[in-house]
Structure formats: structure tokens, C-alpha cells
């Protein structure tokens, strides 16, 4: 059983031991209702997929929990997105089976090098509610001296720009998430906003310009400190398509005046990655169970 825990969406499902997807729900995260609320919905969506494998003549055996900020093996130690602060693995369910818990874009990434084809050094950037980066250097995830590298998200782009939920200012994500862009425009969904670019109507535009080179900025930064071969954008930005990569790709050209810049392409698995990657961090729980000791 996975969860994928988004500032706007709860991603659950049924992952097969080969990443086969045997069934997918979206639930939204209740936020606005505060992190207490989050957990328990966290909570209630893994008893309600143990209940569904049960009920389908399925065994499940065991849960992979993909969640935002900085995380360890036995906390969520601490989400701006979701506002929680040192929650212990076992608040997010009470079903009496192996539990992973992991951060939800180094899962993700892994998941893009175990079925999307990734290899190599690979920055996997998944934009969605927030924005941070699964780093992958000569083929393996690099999680750095805590296990927290990536958060490119809060890497500041303005340094005396907009706020961020995080406590500091001018941060990629303040321009550059879907959230961010559709609250910039007063929409719901960056997708709103993606229509009026293609309308040419001109806040929009701004607004998408402005994401596209804070974006640009960051990534430069991040090629000329790591060389990645690849960059793949992910997460629910990504299906702006053309539209977000073209100029993205032109931009960090420009930006890098003397050297090429990276590939740069979208996921291979959109907006499932992260799902699947909950399964590679169920299925790793599972194993870890069942592993005979001496």
C-alpha cells in the first residue's frame, strides 16, 4: 500500500511488486484544516486500501509513505507545506504492518531511475505545491551528511523577494511552484494559468516569465555546481509541456554562456511517480520484515 502526500493531493494505491499500479486514489489534502487533520487523513486512506486489498482477495504486506520536507526513517520532521513538525511514522497509520517512511521527491526520483529509464546524473524536479529535487549522481540518489540534499525549492532566486512558508524570502519556490503561479494569478490551478498564457493574456504571461527564469536561475546554479547529463521535471507543472519547457530550455542556455546545458525532458511516469516510489518504499519495508537474521 502507498501514499503519496502532496500540499494539494493525497496519492494512494495498490503497487504490484514490478511497480504495476493495481489500484490509484486521489483524496485532497486537507491543509487548510491544519497538520493534525493531515495525518489522520493520512491515516484513514491507508486503513480504507487495506480494506480494499481485503476486500479484492488481495494480501497486503506492508505500507510506503512519501511525505514533503525533511524526513527521516522515523519522522517527518518538518513540512512548510503542511506545517508539521517531528511526526513519528506511527501517527500516519494505525494497520499493524511494516511501515517505510520516505521523502516524497527522493522516492519519486527513484522511482523515475527504476521504470522511467534514468541514468547517470540526473536531477529529477518535481513542481507541484512545492518544489525540490531528487539528486542522482553516477547512477545512485544522493542524499547528503543528513539525508536532506535537494531542497532546490528554497534555493533564493530574489534574495530580497516574496515570502516563503518556509521563513525566508525569495525562494524558487514563492515563484516558481504551481502553487505559488496560481495564487500569483489568483487562480486555483497552475493549469488555469497555463490557459490564459496561451491566450496571451498579459498577467499570466508575467507571471510565467518570472517562474520560467527563477527556474532557469536555479537550474543554471545547479549545473555549473553538479554537471548533470539530465534534467526531468516532474510533478503536475510538467503537464504544461511545451509550454513550460521550451522557453525553460532557451533560457538556460542563455544562461550558461560558455558550456552546454542538460537535457531536459519531462517524466517519464507524470504525475505517478511519486506513487510508485511509496511502493518502492513499501515493498523495501516488506523486505526488511522478512529478512532472516545471521
Known sequence: MAVDVGGTTLKGGLVGRDGTPLYVERRTTPRAEGPERVIAAISAFVTDLSRRCTSGGLEPVAVGLAVPGLVTATHAVFSAAIGWRDVPVEAFTEVDLPVALGHDVRSAGEAELAYGGGSGDVLYLPIGTGIAGAVVLSGSLYGGAAGWAGQIGHIPVRPDGLPCACGQRGCLAAYASASAIAARCGEDSAADVVTRVLRGDAQAVAVWNEAVEALSLALATYTLLLDPALVVIGGGLSLAGDTL??????????????????ALRVSALGVHAGLLGAGLLGWRAQEAHVRPIG
Open 245 to 262: 519547457i521550451a522557453p525553460l530550455r532557451d533560457r538556460l542556455a542563455a544562461l550558461l554562456t560558455f558550456r552546454r546545458p542538460p
